[in-house]
């Protein structure tokens, strides 16, 4: 059932990352489990060639793509979206925001977790407040902390009570890092609710999921079970579906997607919503003035980017990087950042700089493609006179110094937590020490608008702030790609930046 609000079109919109004591918690348990009949399906065993091996599968915790992917699989929250972007129910089955702006989510009534008990509000209502608490290490801990109280009325509804008013708390419910488990249950070995539930694993190699009988959607999951098998490397990863050893993998290599679209057994699922970007320390220095950040905006070959980086399979971003396809996106801002190497020389000589600055530039050596950005970046950088030096650790060496504050210009990346601008926040936010008070007054706006329309006009308001206050530089959005067997049906990769929650999907793949 759709969500029912005061507001059609905000209607419209919001429908647009494990132990082995843990794991083996997990599978020593499963025998003690109420005896359930067994799911009606004849989709046979899927075989999984996944990127890593999951260092947890805490449920509220962002621990990266193998994490998520299996938590995609075996844990539920209340909202999540469709193959198109739409936002829908999961637990929760009809959701609605009062004219004070607090929310009311209403319970499926069939919905029970893995050991058999129930779904209930009391079971939502604990584990959005470990999420909230103040020794949380939750992904989503500051967003839980602008609700004033959790409550529930009623064994089925939950209502939260909003310290302000937000549009996009049903995001917020959809995001993987909020699934919900049972009361006073030990997150560290969490019992979900999804359409697997795993049954035995093999640290740092394998995890078996099988199907949960009592999944609260008819007829799913239409697969019997799936072997997850872990292989970091991509090339024996690829090996390993080209051999038939796996069904599915994930994280295809660019170089290769042509080869896996040409191959004639498999089909590529593609979409790009990987954000490339770069922010900046505007703590002091030439980097503390827009203009600035502006010339160097203008100075970069995007499209150079995406074919030595990606081969390709990337598309090039001069502009805020708000999704295109959705209502907020304002054409007129796209190309604010293009490519304009005369444009950048005057920026600097307006501010004082015309034979240029020295700087440094933050990256790793530990990813061949960012590694490429990086060498690219700084000979654009040298073409308009400025002159950048590599500092280029390994990935957590980077981002340590990026957390610190101890960078001039950083480049990275990141996959926002949907397609709402809102999700942008800490791309727009997470430069160190650099003023932009227009874009972040946009922000804020949008965030506690619920009119649809007026959140549009807000979001347009935003990027022509940030082209002009330039708080990062987008540089482009990458394609992730799976490689699935022409055996297997059903299986997706939603739109954008959602391909984050890929696995959602697997509760409709079978074989055959």
């Not at 957590?396 to 001039?408: A, C, F, S, V």
């Not at 330039?470 to 990769?493: D, H, I, Q």
Request: glycine letters at 8%.
């Amino acid at each position: 059932m759709q969500s029912k609000t005061n507001n059609s079109h905000y209607r419209e919109q919001t429908q647009m990352d494990i132990t082995r004591r843990r794991l083996i918690a997990a599978a020593i348990a499963t025998p003690f489990l109420p005896t359930l009949a067994r799911a009606n399906v004849a989709g046979g065993r899927l075989r999984y060639g996944l990127s890593g091996y999951p260092p947890t599968l805490e449920p509220w915790i962002n621990a990266g793509a193998a994490q998520g992917a299996v938590k995609l699989m075996t844990q539920r929250g209340l909202l999540s979206y469709d193959r198109d972007g739409r936002m829908q129910g999961e637990l929760a089955e009809d959701w609605s925001v009062d004219a004070d702006g607090h929310w009311t989510f209403r319970l499926r009534p069939n919905a029970r977790f893995h050991n058999g008990a129930a779904v209930t509000s009391a079971d939502v209502v604990w584990s959005l407040q470990q999420v909230a608490a103040e020794n949380s290490t939750a992904l989503m801990r500051a967003q839980m902390q602008q609700v004033a109280a959790f409550e529930a009325p009623d064994p089925l509804t939950v209502r939260l009570v909003m310290k302000a008013p937000s549009a996009v708390v049903p995001n917020w419910l959809a995001v993987r890092e909020l699934p919900i488990l049972p009361e006073g249950s030990d997150p560290r070995d969490p019992i979900g609710a999804g359409p697997f539930r795993i049954v035995a694993s093999e640290r740092g190699t394998s995890i078996d999921l099988e199907a949960f009988a009592d999944y609260y959607k008819p007829d799913m999951p239409r697969l019997s079970a799936i072997r997850v098998v872990a292989y970091p490397d991509e090339n024996l990863r690829y090996a390993a579906f080209e051999a038939g050893d796996v069904d599915v993998i994930d994280f295809v290599p660019w170089q290769l997607m042509d080869s896996v679209e040409s191959g004639g057994t498999a089909t590529l699922h593609t979409q790009d919503g990987g954000l490339q970007l770069m922010q900046f320390n505007g703590s002091s220095g030439p980097l503390s003035d827009a203009r600035v950040r502006r010339a160097i905006a203008h100075s970069i070959r995007r499209d150079e980017i995406v074919s030595a980086a990606f081969f390709g399979r990337a598309r090039a971003l001069p502009g805020v990087p708000v999704f295109p396809g959705t209502p907020f996106y304002d054409e007129a801002a796209a190309e604010g950042w293009a490519y304009d190497p005369d444009r950048s020389r005057a920026l600097l000589a307006e501010a004082g700089l015309p034979d240029g600055f020295d700087t440094t530039i933050l990256s790793t050596s530990s990813s061949g493609f960012e590694k490429t950005i990086a060498e690219l970046v700084q000979q654009h950088l040298a073409q308009v006179g400025i002159r950048a030096t590599l500092n280029m650790p390994d990935q957590p060496t980077r981002n340590t110094l990026k957390n610190r504050g101890q960078y001039e210009i950083y480049l990275g990346g990141t996959v926002p937590n949907d397609i709402d601008p809102d999700s942008l926040t800490p791309a727009l936010s997470e430069s160190t020490n650099l003023s932009a008070p227009r874009t972040q007054a946009a922000l804020q706006a949008g965030r506690a608008e619920l009119d649809a329309a007026k959140r549009i006009e807000i979001y347009k308001e935003l990027q022509a702030a940030a082209i002009e206050e330039v708080p990062m530089v987008s540089l482009c959005w990458r394609s992730e790609g799976y490689a699935v067997k022409n055996t297997v049906s059903g299986f997706y990769v939603p739109p954008g930046p959602l391909l984050r929650n890929t696995q959602w999907c697997m509760e409709g793949v079978s074989l055959g």
